[in-house]
């Protein structure tokens, strides 16, 4: 256990514990410490009190002193010189055509050191800026690229709910906030509603959300059974912040009433409760919407039109392995197939004829003379042959 003071650098700021080595401020005093970045002026935030070792980063820092009037001042003038600065830094931006912007200045409260905060969306290459600036203020200078969250606790600004936003008022640390807390709160997913100003989620989800857990905890899921003091039923809603649960359930005349009861009121069932009677789905009468319209008309159609689409139905034609080339799985089909070993007939080779009425006029007139050869009865013990192959014979005489 030591005995430790609160000091507070920045407004809504983190704060650090020091040793007050027989100086005893008191809460809203200004007192002058010693820090890693040298000598700081900073306000009380926290009278003497005794905390554990492990909240204590060593080595423990000792309070210098009480703030004077001096002091006060020359803090006043480094706040102007920090505006100056702010100025300067943007100007030399804007020369040097750096992609981040400049969200404030800091000077050490020795002047040693002067400190630039700045956003980017990415790594940014700021040698020649630094050294621009070095040789305008002639001190150290540093260059600290920080976070959107940091950022809107730097700037302020007003929230959702018409104050001013949690981290530039009170909030010391950012607490990790999660999608799952907006889910288990019932709040709308829209990011616009559950944003803040810095387009992360709103830090005051985490305030509720231990109550959301423990009131969750107690009861079973939304469309489970549970059992209340008219019967089982199903749960539809529950309200953490009323710790009410609304359940609907089976009243006499085989309907189904929605009951809202309070969370001390109902039980989870047990082994030896029945289980909720639940409302029957109704007939889904129209096709679901991306449904095939052959779905829909199998789902209509008897078993001979299942039969029939079977029959229909075309298969894939086979694909040839892949360790064999096309060239090779045709032959091995030629191979299989004894119609395709067997000599292909010769093609029948037509004269080709031309366009036009004059070849129009030969089309009909060869057409007409083979009607007349296939309507002329054959004479007797002649063999059975077609009009083509009498009309071939014919030309070869």
Aim: net charge positive; proline share 6%.
């Amino acid at each position: 256990m030591a005995t430790v003071i609160g000091v507070r650098f920045k407004k809504a700021g983190k704060v650090y514990y020091f040793d007050p080595d027989g100086i005893w401020p008191r809460p809203g005093d200004n007192v002058i410490v010693e820090t890693a970045r040298g000598v700081e002026i900073g306000e009380v935030v926290t009278g003497s009190r005794s905390v554990n070792d492990a909240q204590i980063v060593t080595p423990l820092k000792k309070v210098v002193r009480i703030a004077n009037e001096e002091d006060v001042r020359r803090a006043e003038a480094n706040e102007q010189r920090e505006r100056e600065a702010f100025a300067i830094c943007q100007e030399r931006i804007a020369k040097h055509k750096l992609d981040m912007k400049l969200v404030s200045v800091e000077f050490t409260f020795d002047n040693n050191k002067i400190i630039f905060y700045f956003t980017a969306n990415g790594r940014v290459d700021f040698r020649d800026l630094v050294k621009d600036l070095a040789s305008v203020f002639k001190i150290r200078i540093e260059l600290r690229q920080i976070g959107v969250r940091d950022e809107a606790k730097m700037l302020g600004g007003l929230g959702a709910c018409g104050r001013q936003i949690c981290c530039g008022a009170f909030l010391g640390e950012f607490q990790p906030v999660s999608i799952k807390m907006a889910k288990e709160q019932n709040l709308s997913l829209n990011p616009t509603k559950i944003s803040g100003q810095c387009g992360r989620l709103m830090c005051c989800l985490k305030y509720e959300q231990d109550n959301y857990e423990q009131v969750l905890k107690r009861l079973p899921r939304v469309g489970k059974d549970i059992v209340t003091p008219d019967g089982v039923g199903v749960i539809t809603e529950i309200n953490c912040i009323k710790e009410r649960v609304k359940v609907r359930i089976r009243v006499d005349d085989d309907t189904f009433d929605v009951r809202e009861y309070a969370i001390d009121e109902v039980r989870r069932p047990g082994p030896d409760d029945a289980a909720a009677v639940r409302e029957q789905p109704r007939a889904d009468k129209k096709p679901r919407r991306g449904r095939p319209q052959a779905e829909a008309a199998e789902a209509e159609a008897g078993e001979d039109d299942k039969d029939d689409k079977d029959r229909k139905k075309r298969y894939p034609r086979q694909k040839a392995p892949k360790n064999l080339s096309t060239d090779q799985f045709l032959e091995m089909m030629k191979d299989d197939d004894p119609a395709a070993q067997a000599p292909a007939p010769a093609k029948e080779h037509r004269r080709r004829r031309g366009r036009g009425p004059k070849a129009a006029e030969e089309r009909r007139e060869s057409a007409a003379d083979d009607t007349r050869r296939a309507q002329t009865p054959a004479p007797e013990g002649a063999p059975a042959e077609s009009a083509r192959g009498s009309d071939e014979k014919s030309q070869e005489n």
